[in-house]
Protein backbone atom coordinates (compact mmCIF):
# COMPACT_ATOMS: atom_id res chain seq x y z
CA UNK A 1 0.00 0.00 0.00
CA UNK A 2 1.12 3.76 -0.36
CA UNK A 3 2.85 5.31 2.32
CA UNK A 4 2.58 8.93 3.21
CA UNK A 5 4.86 11.01 1.26
CA UNK A 6 5.21 14.19 4.26
CA UNK A 7 3.89 14.31 7.98
CA UNK A 8 1.90 17.74 7.20
CA UNK A 9 -1.65 17.53 7.74
CA UNK A 10 -3.68 19.54 4.90
CA UNK A 11 -7.37 19.59 4.72
CA UNK A 12 -9.95 20.94 2.41
CA UNK A 13 -13.34 20.37 3.46
CA UNK A 14 -16.26 21.71 1.00
CA UNK A 15 -19.75 21.38 2.08
CA UNK A 16 -22.03 21.98 -0.89
CA UNK A 17 -26.06 21.64 -0.25
CA UNK A 18 -27.03 18.66 1.28
CA UNK A 19 -23.71 16.38 -0.19
CA UNK A 20 -21.32 17.44 2.40
CA UNK A 21 -18.70 16.41 0.02
CA UNK A 22 -14.95 16.62 1.50
CA UNK A 23 -11.66 16.14 0.33
CA UNK A 24 -8.39 15.35 2.39
CA UNK A 25 -4.88 15.54 1.38
CA UNK A 26 -2.44 13.93 3.37
CA UNK A 27 -3.20 12.71 6.98
CA UNK A 28 -0.88 13.04 10.11
CA UNK A 29 2.20 10.40 10.87
CA UNK A 30 0.36 9.98 13.91
CA UNK A 31 -2.51 8.82 11.34
CA UNK A 32 -0.12 6.85 9.56
CA UNK A 33 0.50 4.57 12.07
CA UNK A 34 -2.57 4.22 14.02
CA UNK A 35 -3.97 3.07 10.57
CA UNK A 36 -1.17 0.25 9.55
CA UNK A 37 -2.28 -2.87 11.23
CA UNK A 38 -4.52 -5.51 12.39
CA UNK A 39 -5.18 -5.85 15.98
CA UNK A 40 -6.28 -9.19 17.51
CA UNK A 41 -8.41 -9.59 20.08
CA UNK A 42 -9.06 -13.39 20.50
CA UNK A 43 -9.14 -16.44 18.15
CA UNK A 44 -11.62 -16.78 15.42
CA UNK A 45 -13.64 -19.69 16.25
CA UNK A 46 -12.92 -22.74 14.23
CA UNK A 47 -16.47 -23.30 12.94
CA UNK A 48 -16.01 -20.26 10.36
CA UNK A 49 -15.11 -21.99 7.23
CA UNK A 50 -14.33 -20.98 3.84
CA UNK A 51 -16.99 -20.08 1.82
CA UNK A 52 -18.08 -21.79 -1.33
CA UNK A 53 -19.88 -20.09 -4.95
CA UNK A 54 -22.27 -22.65 -4.19
CA UNK A 55 -22.86 -21.20 -0.80
CA UNK A 56 -22.85 -17.43 -2.76
CA UNK A 57 -24.96 -18.35 -5.17
CA UNK A 58 -27.48 -20.14 -2.83
CA UNK A 59 -27.80 -17.20 -0.12
CA UNK A 60 -31.46 -16.28 -1.24
CA UNK A 61 -32.80 -19.00 0.81
CA UNK A 62 -29.84 -19.01 3.20
CA UNK A 63 -31.80 -18.42 6.60
CA UNK A 64 -28.53 -18.51 8.71
CA UNK A 65 -26.08 -16.59 6.40
CA UNK A 66 -25.96 -12.73 5.38
CA UNK A 67 -23.35 -13.46 2.53
CA UNK A 68 -24.04 -10.80 0.18
CA UNK A 69 -23.99 -6.91 1.46
CA UNK A 70 -27.67 -6.82 -0.43
CA UNK A 71 -28.45 -10.75 0.53
CA UNK A 72 -27.72 -12.46 -2.39
CA UNK A 73 -26.82 -12.11 -5.95
CA UNK A 74 -30.58 -11.02 -6.78
CA UNK A 75 -30.43 -7.92 -4.26
CA UNK A 76 -33.88 -8.37 -2.84
CA UNK A 77 -32.84 -8.05 0.52
CA UNK A 78 -35.43 -10.84 1.18
CA UNK A 79 -34.74 -12.60 4.73
CA UNK A 80 -36.15 -16.32 4.55
CA UNK A 81 -36.47 -16.82 8.68
CA UNK A 82 -39.67 -16.74 10.01
CA UNK A 83 -39.09 -16.94 13.87
CA UNK A 84 -39.41 -13.28 13.91
CA UNK A 85 -42.99 -12.20 12.57
CA UNK A 86 -45.55 -10.26 13.07
CA UNK A 87 -47.16 -11.82 15.83
CA UNK A 88 -44.14 -11.34 17.74
CA UNK A 89 -41.64 -8.71 16.35
CA UNK A 90 -42.56 -6.12 19.25
CA UNK A 91 -41.29 -8.25 21.65
CA UNK A 92 -37.55 -7.77 20.06
CA UNK A 93 -35.32 -6.89 22.16
CA UNK A 94 -31.24 -5.78 22.02
CA UNK A 95 -29.47 -8.73 22.39
CA UNK A 96 -26.28 -6.38 22.23
CA UNK A 97 -24.57 -3.41 21.32
CA UNK A 98 -20.93 -3.09 19.72
CA UNK A 99 -19.00 -0.12 19.64
CA UNK A 100 -16.28 0.82 16.84
CA UNK A 101 -13.89 2.92 16.96
CA UNK A 102 -15.20 5.41 14.59
CA UNK A 103 -17.94 8.16 15.78
CA UNK A 104 -19.04 8.91 11.91
CA UNK A 105 -21.70 7.86 9.48
CA UNK A 106 -22.25 4.53 9.25
CA UNK A 107 -23.44 2.54 6.14
CA UNK A 108 -22.35 -0.60 6.49
CA UNK A 109 -24.27 -3.75 5.57
CA UNK A 110 -22.39 -6.49 7.83
CA UNK A 111 -21.65 -9.87 6.48
CA UNK A 112 -22.91 -12.95 9.05
CA UNK A 113 -20.93 -16.66 8.38
CA UNK A 114 -20.54 -19.42 10.86
CA UNK A 115 -21.77 -16.78 13.82
CA UNK A 116 -19.01 -14.91 12.68
CA UNK A 117 -19.95 -11.20 11.62
CA UNK A 118 -17.61 -8.46 9.55
CA UNK A 119 -18.70 -5.42 9.53
CA UNK A 120 -17.35 -1.81 8.31
CA UNK A 121 -17.14 1.83 9.21
CA UNK A 122 -16.20 5.08 7.82
CA UNK A 123 -12.83 5.34 6.98
CA UNK A 124 -12.24 1.84 6.50
CA UNK A 125 -11.73 0.12 9.53
CA UNK A 126 -13.48 -3.75 9.62
CA UNK A 127 -14.28 -5.82 12.51
CA UNK A 128 -14.85 -9.49 12.62
CA UNK A 129 -17.10 -10.32 16.10
CA UNK A 130 -19.42 -12.93 17.72
CA UNK A 131 -22.50 -12.63 15.93
CA UNK A 132 -24.37 -14.07 18.99
CA UNK A 133 -22.17 -12.10 21.92
CA UNK A 134 -20.62 -9.07 19.76
CA UNK A 135 -17.33 -10.23 21.68
CA UNK A 136 -14.25 -8.90 19.35
CA UNK A 137 -12.23 -11.37 17.11
CA UNK A 138 -10.13 -8.61 15.07
CA UNK A 139 -10.14 -4.96 14.27
CA UNK A 140 -7.92 -3.81 10.29
CA UNK A 141 -7.74 0.00 10.45
CA UNK A 142 -7.06 0.68 6.90
CA UNK A 143 -3.58 2.46 6.18
CA UNK A 144 -4.62 5.18 4.08
CA UNK A 145 -2.65 6.68 1.25
CA UNK A 146 -1.79 10.33 1.50
CA UNK A 147 -4.64 11.67 -1.15
CA UNK A 148 -8.46 11.01 -0.62
CA UNK A 149 -10.53 12.62 -2.58
CA UNK A 150 -14.62 11.61 -1.86
CA UNK A 151 -18.22 12.40 -1.81
CA UNK A 152 -20.87 12.23 0.79
CA UNK A 153 -18.92 11.34 3.91
CA UNK A 154 -16.21 8.88 4.54
CA UNK A 155 -18.54 6.11 3.85
CA UNK A 156 -18.26 2.84 3.62
CA UNK A 157 -20.79 -0.15 2.65
CA UNK A 158 -19.32 -3.06 3.55
CA UNK A 159 -17.05 -6.62 2.39
CA UNK A 160 -17.98 -9.10 0.01
CA UNK A 161 -16.93 -12.73 1.26
CA UNK A 162 -15.51 -15.57 -0.87
CA UNK A 163 -13.45 -19.13 0.60
CA UNK A 164 -11.42 -17.46 3.27
CA UNK A 165 -10.97 -13.92 1.55
CA UNK A 166 -12.76 -10.74 3.01
CA UNK A 167 -12.65 -8.12 -0.22
CA UNK A 168 -13.18 -4.12 0.45
CA UNK A 169 -12.98 -0.79 -1.33
CA UNK A 170 -11.15 1.84 0.32
CA UNK A 171 -11.61 5.69 0.17
CA UNK A 172 -8.11 6.16 -1.61
CA UNK A 173 -9.37 3.99 -4.37
CA UNK A 174 -8.00 0.22 -3.14
CA UNK A 175 -9.24 -3.20 -3.36
CA UNK A 176 -8.08 -4.92 -0.68
CA UNK A 177 -8.21 -8.73 0.27
CA UNK A 178 -7.78 -9.62 3.86
CA UNK A 179 -7.72 -12.99 5.54
CA UNK A 180 -11.14 -13.71 6.98
CA UNK A 181 -9.62 -15.57 10.46
CA UNK A 182 -6.89 -13.03 11.11
CA UNK A 183 -7.52 -9.46 9.13
CA UNK A 184 -4.24 -9.30 8.03
CA UNK A 185 -4.08 -7.98 4.45
CA UNK A 186 -3.42 -10.95 1.67
CA UNK A 187 -2.91 -8.50 -0.92
CA UNK A 188 -3.95 -4.86 -2.28
CA UNK A 189 -4.43 -3.32 -5.72
CA UNK A 190 -4.65 0.35 -7.16
CA UNK A 191 -8.29 0.62 -8.71
CA UNK A 192 -7.43 4.22 -10.03
CA UNK A 193 -5.88 7.07 -9.49
CA UNK A 194 -7.31 9.16 -6.39
CA UNK A 195 -6.10 12.22 -7.29
CA UNK A 196 -8.40 12.43 -10.04
CA UNK A 197 -11.51 12.36 -8.16
CA UNK A 198 -11.68 8.32 -7.65
CA UNK A 199 -12.82 6.76 -4.42
CA UNK A 200 -14.63 3.89 -3.43
CA UNK A 201 -17.39 3.17 -0.93
CA UNK A 202 -19.24 0.24 -2.71
CA UNK A 203 -19.48 -3.17 -1.28
CA UNK A 204 -17.39 -5.43 -3.48
CA UNK A 205 -19.34 -8.59 -4.98
CA UNK A 206 -17.65 -11.97 -5.96
CA UNK A 207 -18.82 -14.51 -8.25
CA UNK A 208 -16.60 -16.83 -10.09
CA UNK A 209 -13.22 -16.00 -8.40
CA UNK A 210 -13.72 -12.40 -9.58
CA UNK A 211 -14.26 -9.19 -7.37
CA UNK A 212 -16.26 -6.74 -9.06
CA UNK A 213 -16.39 -3.27 -7.90
CA UNK A 214 -17.74 0.21 -9.33
CA UNK A 215 -16.20 3.63 -8.97
CA UNK A 216 -17.12 6.90 -6.79
CA UNK A 217 -16.63 10.31 -8.42
CA UNK A 218 -19.23 11.70 -10.90
CA UNK A 219 -18.70 14.85 -9.22
CA UNK A 220 -15.40 15.49 -9.76
CA UNK A 221 -14.97 14.90 -13.36
CA UNK A 222 -13.93 10.98 -13.10
CA UNK A 223 -14.30 8.18 -16.06
CA UNK A 224 -16.74 5.79 -14.61
CA UNK A 225 -16.67 2.20 -14.59
CA UNK A 226 -17.11 -0.89 -13.12
CA UNK A 227 -13.58 -3.62 -12.89
CA UNK A 228 -13.34 -7.36 -12.77
CA UNK A 229 -10.48 -8.48 -10.12
CA UNK A 230 -9.17 -12.00 -9.48
CA UNK A 231 -10.06 -12.59 -5.99
CA UNK A 232 -6.68 -15.12 -5.22
CA UNK A 233 -4.08 -12.54 -6.74
CA UNK A 234 -5.80 -8.98 -7.54
CA UNK A 235 -5.07 -9.06 -11.13
CA UNK A 236 -7.52 -6.79 -13.34
CA UNK A 237 -9.49 -9.31 -15.49
CA UNK A 238 -11.63 -6.53 -17.62
CA UNK A 239 -12.62 -3.17 -17.38
CA UNK A 240 -16.22 -2.26 -18.81
CA UNK A 241 -16.20 2.04 -18.92
CA UNK A 242 -19.62 3.78 -18.12
CA UNK A 243 -19.11 6.44 -20.48
CA UNK A 244 -18.16 5.06 -24.07
CA UNK A 245 -15.27 5.96 -26.46
CA UNK A 246 -17.37 7.02 -28.95
CA UNK A 247 -21.67 7.78 -28.96
CA UNK A 248 -21.80 8.91 -25.98
CA UNK A 249 -24.58 11.55 -27.05
CA UNK A 250 -26.99 9.03 -27.64
CA UNK A 251 -30.44 9.75 -29.77
CA UNK A 252 -30.96 13.39 -28.79
CA UNK A 253 -33.58 11.98 -26.21
CA UNK A 254 -36.45 14.87 -25.89
CA UNK A 255 -38.03 12.85 -23.14
CA UNK A 256 -37.51 11.09 -19.63
CA UNK A 257 -38.34 7.34 -18.88
CA UNK A 258 -41.74 8.53 -17.87
CA UNK A 259 -42.19 10.47 -20.89
CA UNK A 260 -41.88 14.17 -19.94
CA UNK A 261 -40.52 16.86 -21.77
CA UNK A 262 -36.94 17.39 -20.48
CA UNK A 263 -36.61 20.90 -22.20
CA UNK A 264 -33.41 20.57 -23.60
CA UNK A 265 -32.18 22.90 -26.37
CA UNK A 266 -31.07 19.52 -28.71
CA UNK A 267 -30.13 22.05 -31.44
CA UNK A 268 -27.43 24.19 -29.38
CA UNK A 269 -26.31 21.16 -28.30
CA UNK A 270 -25.44 19.72 -31.46
CA UNK A 271 -23.86 22.82 -32.41
CA UNK A 272 -21.68 22.85 -29.31
CA UNK A 273 -20.57 18.98 -30.46
CA UNK A 274 -19.48 20.01 -33.87
CA UNK A 275 -17.61 22.95 -32.94
CA UNK A 276 -15.66 21.17 -29.67
CA UNK A 277 -16.40 17.40 -30.35
CA UNK A 278 -16.33 14.75 -27.79
CA UNK A 279 -12.82 15.48 -25.65
CA UNK A 280 -15.23 15.78 -22.83
CA UNK A 281 -16.01 12.06 -22.75
CA UNK A 282 -13.04 10.97 -20.24
CA UNK A 283 -14.07 13.24 -17.55
CA UNK A 284 -18.29 13.18 -18.27
CA UNK A 285 -18.16 11.22 -14.74
CA UNK A 286 -20.88 8.15 -14.72
CA UNK A 287 -19.99 6.84 -10.97
CA UNK A 288 -21.30 3.47 -10.10
CA UNK A 289 -22.23 3.68 -6.48
CA UNK A 290 -23.85 0.72 -5.21
CA UNK A 291 -23.17 -3.65 -5.82
CA UNK A 292 -24.27 -4.83 -8.98
CA UNK A 293 -26.48 -7.83 -9.33
CA UNK A 294 -25.66 -10.84 -10.93
CA UNK A 295 -27.99 -13.31 -13.19
CA UNK A 296 -25.94 -16.35 -12.23
CA UNK A 297 -28.06 -18.31 -15.62
CA UNK A 298 -27.53 -15.56 -18.50
CA UNK A 299 -23.76 -14.58 -16.66
CA UNK A 300 -24.85 -11.10 -16.73
CA UNK A 301 -23.93 -8.05 -14.96
CA UNK A 302 -26.39 -5.62 -13.87
CA UNK A 303 -25.86 -1.74 -12.45
CA UNK A 304 -26.89 1.57 -12.26
CA UNK A 305 -24.87 4.51 -13.21
CA UNK A 306 -24.94 7.81 -11.71
CA UNK A 307 -24.77 11.39 -12.94
CA UNK A 308 -22.63 13.08 -15.68
CA UNK A 309 -20.06 15.06 -14.60
CA UNK A 310 -20.21 18.68 -14.11
CA UNK A 311 -23.46 18.16 -12.25
CA UNK A 312 -25.51 21.00 -13.18
CA UNK A 313 -23.65 22.78 -15.74
CA UNK A 314 -24.58 20.91 -19.02
CA UNK A 315 -23.44 23.12 -22.00
CA UNK A 316 -19.91 21.76 -22.39
CA UNK A 317 -20.95 18.27 -22.14
CA UNK A 318 -23.80 17.93 -25.25
CA UNK A 319 -25.99 15.18 -26.41
CA UNK A 320 -27.63 12.20 -23.47
CA UNK A 321 -23.95 11.52 -21.75
CA UNK A 322 -24.69 7.77 -22.33
CA UNK A 323 -24.62 5.58 -19.98
CA UNK A 324 -25.18 8.30 -17.03
CA UNK A 325 -28.31 7.94 -15.52
CA UNK A 326 -28.73 4.65 -16.65
CA UNK A 327 -29.39 1.05 -16.00
CA UNK A 328 -26.57 -0.83 -17.70
CA UNK A 329 -26.09 -5.09 -19.09
CA UNK A 330 -22.96 -6.48 -19.14
CA UNK A 331 -21.45 -9.80 -19.35
CA UNK A 332 -19.74 -11.43 -16.32
CA UNK A 333 -16.83 -13.16 -17.88
CA UNK A 334 -15.62 -10.47 -20.59
CA UNK A 335 -17.44 -7.07 -19.41
CA UNK A 336 -18.83 -6.84 -22.73
CA UNK A 337 -21.71 -4.49 -22.95
CA UNK A 338 -25.01 -6.15 -23.77
CA UNK A 339 -27.67 -3.28 -23.54
CA UNK A 340 -28.44 -0.06 -21.13
CA UNK A 341 -31.59 2.07 -20.70
CA UNK A 342 -31.70 6.02 -19.71
CA UNK A 343 -33.95 6.93 -17.33
CA UNK A 344 -33.09 10.86 -17.93
CA UNK A 345 -30.70 11.74 -20.30
CA UNK A 346 -28.38 15.06 -20.01
CA UNK A 347 -28.76 15.20 -16.54
CA UNK A 348 -28.37 18.53 -14.98
CA UNK A 349 -30.54 17.80 -11.60
CA UNK A 350 -27.90 15.43 -9.97
CA UNK A 351 -30.61 12.91 -10.34
CA UNK A 352 -28.62 9.89 -11.03
CA UNK A 353 -29.30 6.20 -10.73
CA UNK A 354 -27.68 4.98 -7.80
CA UNK A 355 -30.25 2.64 -5.72
CA UNK A 356 -29.27 -0.97 -6.40
CA UNK A 357 -31.15 -2.76 -8.83
CA UNK A 358 -33.21 -6.01 -8.32
CA UNK A 359 -34.10 -9.39 -9.81
CA UNK A 360 -37.29 -10.75 -9.55
CA UNK A 361 -39.57 -12.69 -12.01
CA UNK A 362 -42.49 -9.62 -13.09
CA UNK A 363 -45.54 -9.72 -15.40
CA UNK A 364 -45.38 -8.57 -18.47
CA UNK A 365 -48.15 -6.01 -20.01
CA UNK A 366 -49.70 -9.39 -21.60
CA UNK A 367 -49.68 -10.34 -17.67
CA UNK A 368 -47.22 -13.15 -18.46
CA UNK A 369 -43.99 -14.05 -16.16
CA UNK A 370 -41.22 -13.13 -17.02
CA UNK A 371 -37.51 -12.33 -16.45
CA UNK A 372 -37.65 -8.65 -14.89
CA UNK A 373 -35.52 -5.85 -13.40
CA UNK A 374 -36.60 -3.21 -11.07
CA UNK A 375 -34.94 -0.11 -10.02
CA UNK A 376 -35.75 2.25 -7.49
CA UNK A 377 -35.00 6.22 -9.20
CA UNK A 378 -34.47 8.97 -7.17
CA UNK A 379 -36.94 10.60 -9.37
CA UNK A 380 -39.41 8.57 -7.00
CA UNK A 381 -40.42 6.15 -9.49
CA UNK A 382 -39.84 2.22 -9.23
CA UNK A 383 -39.08 1.22 -12.80
CA UNK A 384 -40.01 -2.56 -13.79
CA UNK A 385 -37.75 -3.73 -16.56
CA UNK A 386 -37.59 -6.81 -19.21
CA UNK A 387 -34.21 -8.49 -18.02
CA UNK A 388 -33.24 -9.97 -21.07
CA UNK A 389 -33.03 -6.57 -23.25
CA UNK A 390 -33.73 -3.65 -20.95
CA UNK A 391 -37.06 -2.85 -21.91
CA UNK A 392 -39.45 -0.37 -19.77
CA UNK A 393 -42.38 -2.85 -19.23
CA UNK A 394 -44.17 0.06 -16.32
CA UNK A 395 -43.54 2.72 -13.91
CA UNK A 396 -44.72 3.28 -10.69
CA UNK A 397 -47.11 5.60 -9.05
CA UNK A 398 -45.06 8.67 -7.55
CA UNK A 399 -43.84 7.84 -4.42
CA UNK A 400 -43.34 11.54 -3.66
CA UNK A 401 -44.33 15.06 -5.27
CA UNK A 402 -43.39 15.65 -8.48
CA UNK A 403 -43.37 19.59 -9.11
CA UNK A 404 -41.92 21.97 -12.02
CA UNK A 405 -40.46 18.91 -13.32
CA UNK A 406 -37.82 19.37 -15.16
CA UNK A 407 -37.08 23.37 -14.54
CA UNK A 408 -34.11 23.57 -15.53
CA UNK A 409 -31.24 25.32 -13.06
CA UNK A 410 -30.87 29.28 -13.08
CA UNK A 411 -27.70 31.22 -12.25
CA UNK A 412 -30.15 32.80 -9.38
CA UNK A 413 -31.57 29.35 -9.08
CA UNK A 414 -34.59 27.89 -9.69
CA UNK A 415 -36.99 25.57 -7.45
CA UNK A 416 -37.61 21.96 -8.72
CA UNK A 417 -38.65 18.41 -6.97
CA UNK A 418 -37.88 15.68 -6.51
CA UNK A 419 -34.36 17.71 -4.75
CA UNK A 420 -30.77 16.12 -5.84
CA UNK A 421 -31.15 13.78 -3.07
CA UNK A 422 -34.22 11.89 -4.67
CA UNK A 423 -36.59 10.22 -4.12
CA UNK A 424 -34.89 6.98 -3.55
CA UNK A 425 -31.30 7.46 -2.96
CA UNK A 426 -28.43 4.80 -2.45
CA UNK A 427 -30.19 2.98 -0.48
CA UNK A 428 -31.17 -0.22 -1.08
CA UNK A 429 -35.00 -1.24 -1.90
CA UNK A 430 -36.07 -4.68 -0.91
CA UNK A 431 -38.72 -7.04 -2.07
CA UNK A 432 -41.11 -9.94 -0.67
CA UNK A 433 -42.22 -12.64 -2.84
CA UNK A 434 -44.95 -13.23 -0.73
CA UNK A 435 -46.42 -9.51 -1.04
CA UNK A 436 -45.35 -9.11 -4.29
CA UNK A 437 -44.54 -5.53 -3.20
CA UNK A 438 -41.08 -3.57 -3.97
CA UNK A 439 -40.27 -1.34 -0.53
CA UNK A 440 -38.68 1.87 -0.91
CA UNK A 441 -37.01 4.35 1.35
CA UNK A 442 -38.01 7.76 -0.16
CA UNK A 443 -36.75 11.66 0.90
CA UNK A 444 -38.57 14.66 0.08
CA UNK A 445 -35.85 17.48 0.52
CA UNK A 446 -37.35 20.72 -1.72
CA UNK A 447 -34.34 22.62 -3.43
CA UNK A 448 -33.23 25.09 -5.84
CA UNK A 449 -31.33 24.32 -8.35
CA UNK A 450 -28.42 26.86 -9.52
CA UNK A 451 -25.88 26.96 -12.83
CA UNK A 452 -22.70 28.75 -13.26
CA UNK A 453 -20.41 28.48 -15.69
CA UNK A 454 -17.20 25.87 -14.41
CA UNK A 455 -14.13 24.21 -16.58
CA UNK A 456 -12.82 21.15 -15.41
CA UNK A 457 -10.86 21.57 -12.21
CA UNK A 458 -8.40 18.83 -12.48
CA UNK A 459 -9.56 15.89 -9.86
CA UNK A 460 -11.69 18.75 -7.96
CA UNK A 461 -15.03 19.08 -6.68
CA UNK A 462 -16.63 20.15 -10.17
CA UNK A 463 -20.88 21.11 -9.48
CA UNK A 464 -21.22 23.94 -11.87
CA UNK A 465 -23.64 25.45 -9.68
CA UNK A 466 -25.18 24.42 -6.33
CA UNK A 467 -28.42 23.09 -5.33
CA UNK A 468 -30.01 23.85 -1.81
CA UNK A 469 -32.15 22.69 0.63
CA UNK A 470 -34.96 25.49 1.12
CA UNK A 471 -35.69 26.20 4.54
CA UNK A 472 -38.78 27.34 4.69
CA UNK A 473 -40.21 23.86 2.87
CA UNK A 474 -40.39 21.10 5.11
CA UNK A 475 -38.51 17.73 4.49
CA UNK A 476 -39.49 14.25 5.55
CA UNK A 477 -39.27 10.76 4.37
CA UNK A 478 -41.44 8.00 3.26
CA UNK A 479 -41.25 4.27 3.32
CA UNK A 480 -43.62 2.71 0.48
CA UNK A 481 -44.69 -0.58 -0.87
CA UNK A 482 -44.99 -0.68 -4.66
CA UNK A 483 -47.02 -3.50 -5.87
CA UNK A 484 -44.05 -4.36 -9.11
CA UNK A 485 -46.70 -6.14 -11.09
CA UNK A 486 -49.07 -3.13 -11.30
CA UNK A 487 -47.18 -0.35 -10.27
CA UNK A 488 -49.82 1.30 -8.17
CA UNK A 489 -48.87 1.96 -4.06
CA UNK A 490 -50.39 -0.24 -1.44
CA UNK A 491 -49.29 1.87 1.25
CA UNK A 492 -47.15 4.08 2.59
CA UNK A 493 -45.66 5.53 5.93
CA UNK A 494 -44.65 8.65 6.26
CA UNK A 495 -41.85 9.59 8.76
CA UNK A 496 -40.11 12.85 10.25
CA UNK A 497 -36.92 12.95 8.91
CA UNK A 498 -36.38 12.01 4.88
CA UNK A 499 -35.00 8.57 4.37
CA UNK A 500 -31.73 6.73 3.49
CA UNK A 501 -30.08 3.66 4.75
CA UNK A 502 -32.06 0.72 2.97
CA UNK A 503 -34.82 -1.28 3.52
CA UNK A 504 -34.76 -5.38 4.89
CA UNK A 505 -37.87 -7.65 4.35
CA UNK A 506 -38.36 -11.20 6.04
CA UNK A 507 -40.49 -14.03 5.18
CA UNK A 508 -42.10 -13.48 8.88
CA UNK A 509 -43.85 -10.69 6.90
CA UNK A 510 -41.49 -8.06 8.53
CA UNK A 511 -40.46 -4.43 6.82
CA UNK A 512 -37.44 -3.55 8.55
CA UNK A 513 -36.30 0.86 7.81
CA UNK A 514 -34.29 3.00 9.82
CA UNK A 515 -34.58 7.12 10.51
CA UNK A 516 -31.93 9.77 10.88
CA UNK A 517 -33.96 10.34 14.48
CA UNK A 518 -32.33 7.41 15.79
CA UNK A 519 -35.79 4.98 15.55
CA UNK A 520 -35.66 1.66 14.03
CA UNK A 521 -39.19 0.35 13.08
CA UNK A 522 -40.37 -2.72 12.17
CA UNK A 523 -43.44 -2.79 10.12
CA UNK A 524 -45.74 -5.34 8.50
CA UNK A 525 -44.96 -6.29 4.85
CA UNK A 526 -48.89 -6.26 4.00
CA UNK A 527 -50.19 -3.58 5.36
CA UNK A 528 -47.62 -1.12 6.21
CA UNK A 529 -48.33 -0.85 10.63
CA UNK A 530 -45.88 -0.03 12.48
CA UNK A 531 -45.39 -2.92 15.02
CA UNK A 532 -42.08 -1.89 16.47
CA UNK A 533 -39.87 0.60 17.25
CA UNK A 534 -36.06 1.26 18.91
CA UNK A 535 -34.52 4.10 19.69
CA UNK A 536 -30.94 3.73 19.04
CA UNK A 537 -29.12 6.99 19.94
CA UNK A 538 -27.74 7.72 16.72
CA UNK A 539 -28.80 8.24 13.18
CA UNK A 540 -29.99 4.59 11.62
CA UNK A 541 -28.94 5.14 8.08
CA UNK A 542 -27.70 1.82 7.43
CA UNK A 543 -29.61 -1.11 6.07
CA UNK A 544 -30.31 -4.11 8.29
CA UNK A 545 -29.97 -7.53 7.80
CA UNK A 546 -31.09 -10.69 9.35
CA UNK A 547 -28.90 -14.19 10.64
CA UNK A 548 -29.96 -17.45 12.39
CA UNK A 549 -26.97 -18.55 14.88
CA UNK A 550 -28.10 -21.87 17.02
CA UNK A 551 -31.92 -21.34 16.01
CA UNK A 552 -32.10 -18.25 17.10
CA UNK A 553 -33.04 -15.18 14.78
CA UNK A 554 -31.11 -12.02 15.44
CA UNK A 555 -31.66 -8.49 12.86
CA UNK A 556 -28.43 -6.25 13.11
CA UNK A 557 -28.38 -2.66 11.80
CA UNK A 558 -25.60 -0.06 12.32
CA UNK A 559 -26.75 3.40 14.07
CA UNK A 560 -23.50 5.62 13.02
CA UNK A 561 -25.82 8.56 11.38
CA UNK A 562 -25.09 10.61 7.97
CA UNK A 563 -22.94 12.93 6.72
CA UNK A 564 -24.80 13.20 3.58
CA UNK A 565 -27.66 14.59 5.48
CA UNK A 566 -26.07 15.61 8.86
CA UNK A 567 -27.91 13.11 10.94
CA UNK A 568 -26.61 12.64 14.68
CA UNK A 569 -23.56 10.78 14.62
CA UNK A 570 -22.89 7.36 15.95
CA UNK A 571 -20.32 4.27 16.26
CA UNK A 572 -22.63 1.13 16.97
CA UNK A 573 -24.10 -1.74 15.73
CA UNK A 574 -26.95 -2.79 17.33
CA UNK A 575 -28.39 -6.43 17.14
CA UNK A 576 -31.73 -7.61 18.31
CA UNK A 577 -33.58 -10.77 18.95
CA UNK A 578 -36.74 -12.59 20.61
CA UNK A 579 -36.58 -12.89 24.50
Known amino acids: MAGFSRTSVVALIVACGAFGIVTSHEASAADEIQNANTTQASPVPVSLRPISQQQLDGAAGDSASWLHSNGSYAETRY ?84 GNRLFMGTLDSKLVALDAKSGNVLWSTQIADPEEGYSETMAPVVVDDKVLIGTNGGEYGIRGFVKAFDANSGQLLWTFYTIPDTGSEGVWAENDAVGRNMKRDIAAEKKTLAEKGGDFNKTLGGGVWMAPAIDRQTRTVYFVVGNPSPDLYGAIRPGDNLYTDSLVAIDLDSGKYKWHFQYIAHDVWDLDAVSPPILIDVKDKNGQMIPGIIHGGKTGFV ?138 RAFDAATGRKLWEFQCGAGVNAPAVSYMVNGKQYIAVAAGGNTQLDFKRGNSLLVFALP
Not at 143 to 157: D, Q, Y
Open 79 to 162: APATQINTSNVAKLKPAFIFQTAVMESMETAPIVSNGVMFLTTSYNHVYAIDAVTGKEFWHYKHKMGPVTTFCCGPNNRGVAIS
Open 383 to 520: YVHDRRDGRLIRVSDAMIPQEGVWTLPTPTGARMLPGANGGVEWSPMAFSPKTRMAYAANLHQPMTYQVEEAAYPGGKLWLGGAFKTIPSEQQWGRLVAVNVDTGKIAWGYKTDQPLIGGVLATAGGIVFNGEGNGLF
